[in-house]
């Protein structure tokens, strides 16, 4: 789906790297936060999630120019209670207040076997599956979710009154970890806007037109502003939980006290559960069943049958390629990012 | 959906409870676990869940018959790990085990703050929300799943490789808890078993026929044995990673080695949280903030906007209405459950 008009290269991830960690220093980063936030946005495109990499830095950038993002903030622990931790983050970066919420999340794991920190007051945190990943890295299962600015009518409405509210479940694997990263909505109105632009139609129903018709038209949803919920009323219901639990467990703002503005969106409340697998399965039978389960899955019964990708197969695939061939970029938003690190 | 051809009548809440307590004291039941059970059942009836209230007992009654279901076993504790424990179901009775889980994993979070028991080798949980509500009466945020047999093609595969896996969320509202209870296809069998007794069409594509296309014919539907997952592909995702993350958790069975026979289904994998709110939420804003994000979900914008319904509204409303008008059960399935008690 990607527009043949744009001028690519590939950069290797050092490069890549480096470039995203200049850029950050020059806007004030401190050295470790610099690096940390070089490396999620590196991983996110390396790993060929482009729209919320390389892609969203200049977006990330003006948040952070337009006062959205504190960069000199960091989250402060606000009540801990055994196994769970409630964190202010400070209008901080949100990757950053992300990461650190699951790597203690991951700690209080290690202590309890299963740990939960819910963080208020945050930002976008970018690539979600980001957390799941570490979780599955640190060999826990994690989950994690956000709340978002009102984008998505609820089942029976035409008004965005719910979030799309992404959530990641992450499950550790030998075989390469099972992460599942999904919005609420059918298509982000990243994915719209990336068929549009493609001149390609939805390949299922994906919204409402303008005349409450169901269409596969990208560019007459984004008109619409009606996004279809995943399973119609089933997302719409999922979607109102996963704003429930994470402003009532964080304290923090629901989705419809969320500025609407996409330029504005932050106050956002995310949680973040790490569940110590070894703890349980100490005969170490777990990795096995997971390995058995995803090749049941992707295994056809017979020759003629389809086969089945497994949620987090193609990151690994593209991050493979991706770290051998170099990291594909737009040369214009690799120009942009090289003019604001300097060289 | 109702067929107008079965002949109905109302009875007590009491009354029902009371015929389904002597049942099972017949069927063998001691006398705690008798109570608890008929309890379940009852509640499930009077919640207007009547699939898996009343009308599911029989089923029930036939499984344990043919020794799916063993009424004497008690669940065992396997590993205890903080605030994480693995129990045996000891393919016990499945609601008696899944609220045994969800009282467990209470328990747990009044002391850590969250609680987590993986259920291995239980049977069939019938209606899943009563332990979403369990946990909310409680004051928890309660989460629980479960795996089934293969029932449900994976996107992209014909074939049933996954299960519809339910999934209850619930959190606690003075207004009335919000409690999201929904497996991950689009439409349950008996859903469109119901659909095709009224000779209704689906309001919304509900899987493929035999020739392949999505349609909303029921029976085409189960014809081909290829329900939708909500969502489509993210459906299917999120089926897996329940699937994962309950066979692992409990040290379990995955959906692939459950028997595909509904009658025989057994073994299953179950995992049930509960966070203890209370603890977080030290200041007492969270219902009041519940009833805040609910309100602003069901209450439209302007007069001539729709009317939302939030998961667990409908339940409430039908339960007042069933306590004092009586429940509605059909004749044939009361008289069946009279002549088990005998009187």
Redesign the interface.
Known sequence: MSSALVTRLRVSYQELFEALQRALLKLGFASEPAARCARLFTDTTCDGVYSHGLNRFARFVATIHNGTVDIQSTPELV?S????E?WDGKLGVGNLNAYQSMERAVALAR??????V?LANTNHWMRGGSYGWQAADAGM?GICWTNTLPNLP??????A??GNNPIV?A?PRPGGH?V?D?AMS?FSYGALRAYQLSGEQLP?NGGYDLEGNLTRNPKAIEASGRPLP???W??S??A??L???A???S?GQ???QIPADPERETGLSQVF?A???A?????G??GQ??D???G??TS??NST???????GERVLQTRKENLKEGIPVAQSAWDELVAIGGS
């Open positions: 009540t209670c055994g196994a769970v409630r202590q309890h076997s299963i740990g939960c819910a299962v609820p089942w029976g409405a035409s008004d009154r719910l479940i499950v099972v599942l999904m059918q299922v995943i399973g119609y089933k997302g219901g999922l109102l939980l704003d429930l639990m402003a009532m467990l304290g629901a989705t419809y559960i569940i110590n697998l703890a349980l399965d100490q005969a039978l777990a069943l997971a058995q389960i995803v049941n899955l056809p019964p049958a389809e086969r089945v990708r497994y949620p």
